[in-house]
DNA sequence: ACCCACGGGACTACCCGTTTGT
DNA sequence: ACAAACGGGTAGTCCCGTGGGT
């Protein structure tokens, strides 16, 4: 159910996904959703975002951690990984939790979304750390790597082409090999 | 009315945003609504998204020409004015048109927000190219900024904070001069 | 609508009445519910109560005002008023404010079925008065003669007799013109 | 579990009491409901209205069968008695079983609720032929004793004081009396 | 005797769009 | 250009009752 919610909320945001469209897309009936999550939608919703959130934070270490690869090929490979998805479907999987960011939903959606950020942020840092940055460099730019990378996501859904996010990693990678130095 | 409904998407979000509010918020009869928009909901959306698109881009026009200041300046004081909204709505009044973009709403909405895209990386663009860049490249870091730049606008609405768009601008404007060496 | 609505709340109490039964005996649109009651169900039936609570006011008003019968009569002729309604309802039709008294139901709906009681009680206040009685226990015997008749309604609807009702009403009708001597 | 279920469906009426209301209130669980009452919320009523009747059948009988008060003096008590629980409530506690009545629910829950006013009934014709009146007067002045005393009750919802509950006993009590000579 | 999970049908509230009459 | 009312579909929430697994 999680995933079937996490899927819709990530393709037509928070207010533009109803329950029913959850509860026919995963086949649970109506009554388990509120005995599984008594907060009704906000609570479903800041679910699925915290289970995104992780997800994709594992996703990006296993591309972050092959240390025969630079951290500007972690990059690299990790927009290409995000841009194959967006791809594949048809340009609706952006990022999954972005939408709850824009819609002022319950706070306690939009917590589970800034953590998810957060967690993503971190193993950025990590690996930039690990790269020879300091801390407060490795800070800095893991916040605007992950700008970057969300807005360029946004505008891949706009233009329907995975162009920005190309075109975002070849930068970031470049910034980051070349402030190593 | 435009205004009333381009605010209320900014904060709302599209399918957040019900025609009642709109109505509500701009004092118009509801009659009056579908004598001037037939369209209905998408076409209201579509021209609060030009609008919104025309009037930032007249505000970018005016921060990049003035001479005096250099490219990586003119980034900067976009960033503040953008940041400087944001924070004075209490971190609801993002980009305008990026919710049309992430609730896959009718094409027409959505073509409407990927023009007002094209049109601020127009700004952009140009402004960079007078700075020396050639127009392969200005188009190349165009792109790359306005992505940044939205993506720091929503990581800014995550953590209830400016510091990620400060961060995208000094990076941004950074790279900008450097490059043009 | 406001017909169909007393008479399902009279029948079934408030929280035993959907609206979609409302509407269903009315024949009106859902959509019109909400534009001429804005307040939902808790306006529709304090206003539902309101005018049960004149109606019934004008009955009884015509079967006290007719000089030709004594107070005593009167009540006689109220009662069996509402014995034959209650009755030919299949003992359905009680009163039709008492559910929203018991319920505990929004304040501004209890105000209203009060407002009912306080109107009844002055016509009979006042036919009293007519009779004879000071003013002061002329008060106390309508809030008397209100409370048995009350109860006896409630009384029939449990035995499915209109025998407490006539036993009621022959009490008072003694007591009210016993007391006038 | 009985008890919470009597207290709420008093305060709230039967529709207006969720079972799960009452299984929260009384701790009990979800199954346990089930298994003891097979019948349903229906079969919970009805046993709640018996428990509920029996219990101030009780409580009427101590106050009347104290041979040194009058007649007239043991309904005071009772109304006093209802009173008190009415005003210790904030005036929630009405009669426990009139909801049943009035809001058309189960025919084996509206029988219980007419037995425990037959109960209530025989328990103050016992009292009036030990004060002297014949059988048959007796059962009348009982039905409408009971009958202004439940009125009373109502009223005294509605106006949130108990003032018509001491009025009406203050006349059944004379009538009592009276009628003894 | 209890407990979790299901099952789907109700509830009220609100939606967007249209029609009809100024 | 406004205004009032209709029309009915759908939103999220909560309901009561039933099983399988101890």
Redesign the pocket.
């Known amino acids: 159910m999680l995933e079937a919610a996490a899927r819709l909320f990530q393709e037509r945001g928070y207010?533009g996904?109803?329950?029913?469209?959850v509860l026919a897309t995963s086949g649970?009936?109506?009554?388990?959703?509120?005995?599984?999550f008594?907060g009704?939608?906000?609570q479903l919703a800041a679910e699925a975002a915290a289970r995104s959130g992780k997800d994709l934070c594992e996703v990006m270490r296993a591309a972050t951690t092959q240390e025969a690869t630079t951290a500007g090929e972690a990059v690299v490979a990790i927009a290409a990984l995000l841009g194959g998805q967006l791809r594949a479907s048809g340009f609706r999987h952006g990022c999954p939790v972005a939408p709850f960011v824009l819609e002022d939903v319950d706070p306690s959606v939009r917590d589970a979304a800034r953590d998810a950020f957060g967690a993503w942020h971190d193993v950025i840092q990590e690996r930039l750390e690990r790269a020879g940055h300091d801390a407060k460099r490795a800070t800095e730019l893991a916040t605007f790597a992950l700008s970057a990378i969300e807005g360029a996501l946004l505008l891949c859904k706009a233009r329907q082409s995975t162009e920005p996010l190309e075109q975002a990693a070849s930068e970031i990678s470049r910034i980051v090999m070349e402030v190593k130095r």
């Open positions: 207010s996904t109803g329950l029913n469209d649970a009936p109506r009554g388990s959703l509120y005995f599984h008594p009704g939608k906000a």
